[in-house]
């Protein structure tokens, strides 16, 4: 059971907590610039409507009119936010300061409140009332839904067909030529597959030709045993398992809404960890985020994907280094999942970790339920920078893994070469990628 | 790391090149039958073989590093890395203030901002020592790993003590720390190391590292080891010793220049023009040493390539030989070279090489090209560009009082604000309330105010008036149409404000 915070006008928030609420450490950082009380020559904190308090404030900023920033901040529901800049972030950096004032007490109680305060107020209390006389909006005629994914179904395995046929010929009439065939051999088969609706496939195969350097015919015939491994698995139809079946579905490109996923998929309480997140990029140029979690009693992993536009940055719905007692829903995969409500997140000390072999057992047991895995969460104990042909992070064994060295030098610099623990994905093919390093004192920092 | 290295993946992979419409699926002992035949069979296979290798993937061995010895100074607050954070990401024109800040606190920064710091500071050799103070032995450690941070390990710190062991056997970074060390707490003994090691000295680059020790308490006894340094091969390193005998007038090096330039200068050459130069003579070795030139080449020279070495003679001299030859002050000096327009440049150089009070006073003070003549409209000079240096031997009040007196409670000065990014901080209260006197001024009619004048003003004002003056500005931008950078420069000051507070 979660427990509602009740919030009363005198109960302030820490500014460790506001500071949770930012959408993204540059979010974090751009509020930190207009966080001084000076750039807030008006704001107060008044009883909201309906429960709850509202802190609002005017900031002056650049431009000729100050922007209107509020935060709605109700016990049992999920702090609102209204803010008249542009920003797309939600918290914005104005509103995420004037929090960060309020939380240091730089924010006077008052009765009064400016028109726009009251307008804002009153229609937010006006739509919950609304919510809970109402009747919810009528839910989806089921059979229509199940004719729809029977429909989508039938579009993918005739794509899938295809597939199997086209990577047969590929290795029926030799890969030598490969390196010389244009970009539009592979896209061709890849604008098929979106055309039947498999967009995890799709993708899997405009990275067909991606860059193998002297070893691309093992790369390529990599690539192309797992795919065909995929197309296999996709068109048995019986013979395995309901979630097997599942991440053969999903990475053949058939997602759930995560609507329906709320409302139906299999529900774990725990206490999560948040053990890190690393951006990626699709192949269709979006931003992505994977977060990790792991269930402290359940010890299950779970997977937080989030994506944005190029220009801006994917949603972190978890905080790195903190944990969170609550309820996850998972997709029927088992292993993506989302938040249930808004739970607390407090500071949690380093997640318990173990030892390199330890980590690549679990790999390959992650690999049994999904032989396309790319990258799996490890937690190393007691992890040191170490050098063989480059840069490896060894356990008190003295086994080691190879480092990818895009955050290494923030790694050395944290550590100094001495014992940690390390969140990090491992990739057999690119290395492991530290996320989330927990200093000396238990202090979580994201690389 | 990223293929299957089973036996059987080679001969798959073979078969995969040449393509199973022409040879057959080859019978691998490792791997089970498959049922299929042709491509679906070899497809399957890879796919087998792909996951059993990557699920069968085993541990490497590597020699963990060797950790670096706990820094014991105290982190700044969380607040002062918080900012940090935030100067890094979009306000780097203010990094250097924070760090001299934070390196006068004795505090460390934040382990994890050290690699970024490094990579400024590597591509700014300004923020060095500042940097190299802040990110501590850690920053040191961390660098052992970077080539290119490498400079980090031969800054000297205020903490570095010197070592025997470490001068006699130490890395040339070691060295060059132990060399500042002892040269902070007994000059002549760092001297006398200097001029023992100096002919083994093999590399010009640690040559020029290690007499840079001697700028540390520099005195008359210095002066024989960088007169040797002129005969050195590296250009650097002679450049370097010069720079140094330049702040010892009483050197016989010194002496020396004043020879050369009393043998140069010619009195009442004619009545329009009372003192001049003539060209040295470019086979002059003994003067080319001494002034660290390089012999001219064969082919004839302009004039201004001539010039050019008697203007290097007339800025590295003692000024004194001019007021001795011409019996008057600095002023009268002035004066008399004012006709002969490359002389009269080449001794306001010489004021600015030889920091002398006096003469950068007399220079400023000059009716028609000093400090009151700059602030001019439509003032054109190369004073402006030495402007900085000029004001840099004065004390700060006085440098505060000159601009203020200069610019005078008249016209809007054009380019004030470039000429208040010269007099350096701290601005004195009553600089910074004219100043604020001019922002809060309405806009002149008829468009005769120069916004990108004002803007700049207000750019001078953001990154040097001392932001506990915020007061004075009044919180209304006075101009409606150079709001935004008037509400830049509250916001700079408030957010310095903050910076300041918290370290």
């Known amino acids: 059971m979660v427990l509602p915070r009740v919030i009363r006008v005198s109960d302030r928030w820490s500014t460790d907590e506001v500071w949770d609420l930012a959408p993204d450490p540059s979010s974090r950082k751009a509020a930190l610039k207009v966080a001084g009380a000076g750039s807030w020559p008006r704001s107060g904190v008044v009883p909201a409507d309906g429960g709850g308090l509202a802190v609002w404030g005017e900031c002056e900023g650049s431009g000729a009119k100050p922007y209107l920033a509020a935060a709605h901040l109700d016990g049992e529901k999920a702090p609102a936010y209204k803010c008249s800049c542009p920003s797309r972030k939600i918290p914005c950096k104005h509103v995420l300061a004037l929090l960060a004032l309020w939380s240091r007490g730089a924010v006077a109680d008052r009765r009064d409140r400016p028109e726009w305060v009251a307008a804002w107020l009153s229609a937010r209390h006006a739509r919950q009332e609304r919510a809970v006389n109402g009747t919810p909006a009528a839910p989806v005629d089921p059979e229509r839904a199940a004719a729809t994914l029977r429909a989508r179904e039938r579009a993918v395995t005739a794509g899938l067909e295809e597939l199997r046929l086209w990577l047969r010929d590929q290795v029926d009439g030799g890969l030598a030529g490969a390196p010389e065939l244009g970009y539009d051999h592979w896209d061709r088969m890849a604008k098929r597959l979106v055309d039947a609706k498999a967009g995890g496939a799709a993708s899997l195969v405009t990275q067909l030709p991606q860059n193998g350097g002297d070893r691309w015919p093992d790369r390529l015939l990599e690539r192309l045993g797992l795919l065909h491994l995929l197309v296999e698995g996709y068109l048995a139809e019986d013979g395995t398992d309901a979630r097997f079946r599942a991440v053969v579905r999903s990475r053949a490109g058939i997602s759930t809404r995560t609507e329906e996923v709320l409302a139906s998929g299999e529900r774990v309480r725990d206490t999560w960890r948040v053990l890190g997140s690393r951006e990626g990029l699709t192949p269709d140029g979006m931003r992505s985020r994977r977060t990790w979690l792991h269930g402290s009693a359940t010890g299950r992993w779970a997977l937080s994907l989030t994506y944005a536009r190029p220009a801006q940055a994917p949603d972190s719905p978890f905080r790195c280094g903190t944990e969170t007692d609550g309820e996850l829903a998972f997709h029927p995969d088992g292993r993506r999942a989302v938040r249930v409500g808004r739970t607390p997140e407090r500071p949690a000390s380093p997640p318990p970790g173990g030892t390199v072999d330890q980590a690549l057992d679990s790999y390959a047991a992650a690999l049994a339920q999904d032989p396309w895995l790319e990258a799996w969460p490890v937690v190393l104990e007691n992890a040191v920078p170490a050098r063989a042909d480059g840069w490896h992070l060894a356990d008190p064994t003295g086994a080691s893994l190879p480092m990818e060295t895009g955050e290494l030098w923030r790694l050395l610099a944290a550590t100094g070469g001495r014992p940690a623990t390390v969140a990090a994905e491992w990739s057999p093919v690119t290395g492991l990628a530290p996320m989330t390093v927990w200093d000396a004192d238990g202090k979580a920092l994201a690389l | ?503």
Request: proline share 9%.
């Open chain 2, 1 to 503: 790391m990223n293929h299957p290295d089973t036996p059987s993946w080679g001969r798959l992979v073979s078969t995969a090149l040449v393509g199973t419409s022409r040879r057959p699926v080859p019978d691998l002992p490792d791997l089970p039958r498959r049922p299929g035949r042709g491509a679906a069979a070899l497809l399957d296979l890879a796919a087998l073989d792909t996951v059993r290798a990557r699920a069968g993937y085993t541990a490497h061995t590597a020699e963990p590093v060797t950790p670096d010895a706990p820094d014991p100074r105290p982190e700044t607050g969380p607040a002062a890395t918080r900012r940090l954070d935030a100067i890094l990401t979009d306000r780097s024109e203010l990094l250097p203030e924070w760090l001299s800040h934070a390196a006068r606190s004795g505090r460390r920064v934040n382990h994890a901002q050290i690699p970024d710091l490094l990579e400024r500071a590597a591509r700014d050799s300004g923020l060095r020592s500042a940097v190299a103070t802040v990110v501590g032995d850690r920053g040191t450690w961390l660098a052992g790993f970077n080539r290119t941070w490498s400079f980090v390990a031969g800054e000297p710190l205020p903490t570095d003590t010197y070592s025997d062991a470490a001068w006699n056997d130490g890395t040339p970074a070691e060295r060059r720390r132990a060399l500042f060390a002892l040269r902070a707490t007994d000059p002549a003994a760092a001297r006398s190391l200097l001029t023992a090691a100096w002919p083994r000295e093999s590399r010009g680059e640690e040559r020029r590292g290690l007499l840079q020790a001697l700028a540390v308490n520099l005195g008359p006894d210095d002066a024989g080891l960088l007169d040797a340094a002129l005969d050195d091969r590296g250009a650097n390193v002679r450049g370097l010793a010069l720079a140094l005998l330049t702040r010892l007038p009483e050197s016989a090096h010194a002496h020396r220049l004043r020879g050369y330039l009393r043998e140069h200068v010619r009195l009442d050459a004619t009545p329009r023009c009372p003192v001049e130069v003539t060209a040295t003579d470019p086979r002059r070795t003994d003067l080319l040493r001494d002034l660290a030139l390089a012999a001219p080449g064969n082919r004839s020279q302009s004039r201004d390539e001539r010039w050019e070495h008697s203007r290097v003679l007339v800025t590295h001299t003692p000024l004194d030989v001019w007021t001795g030859l011409l019996d008057t002050g600095p002023v009268g000096v002035l004066a008399l070279a004012e006709q002969e327009k490359d002389l009269y440049e080449a001794l306001a150089d010489a004021a600015c090489v030889q920091a002398d009070p006096d003469w950068t006073r007399a220079v400023l003070d000059h009716p028609r090209s000093g400090l009151a003549h700059l602030v001019r409209p439509g003032a054109q000079h190369p004073q402006r560009q030495r402007l900085r240096a000029l004001l840099a031997p004065l004390p700060v009040t006085e440098r505060c009082a000159r601009v203020l007196a200069a610019i005078g409670s008249g016209e809007e000065p054009p380019q004030l604000g470039e000429i208040l990014l010269a007099v350096g901080a701290p601005w004195t209260r009553e600089l910074s309330e004219e100043v604020v006197r001019r922002l809060a001024a309405p806009a002149e009619p008829h468009g005769r105010g120069d916004p990108r004048g004002y803007r700049l003003l207000c750019e001078a004002a953001a990154g040097r008036m001392p932001p506990e003056h915020l007061d004075l500005l009044p919180g209304e931008p006075p101009r409606a149409e150079e709001e935004a950078a008037y509400l830049r420069l509250r916001k700079t000051l408030r957010f310095r404000l903050d910076m300041h507070r918290e370290l």
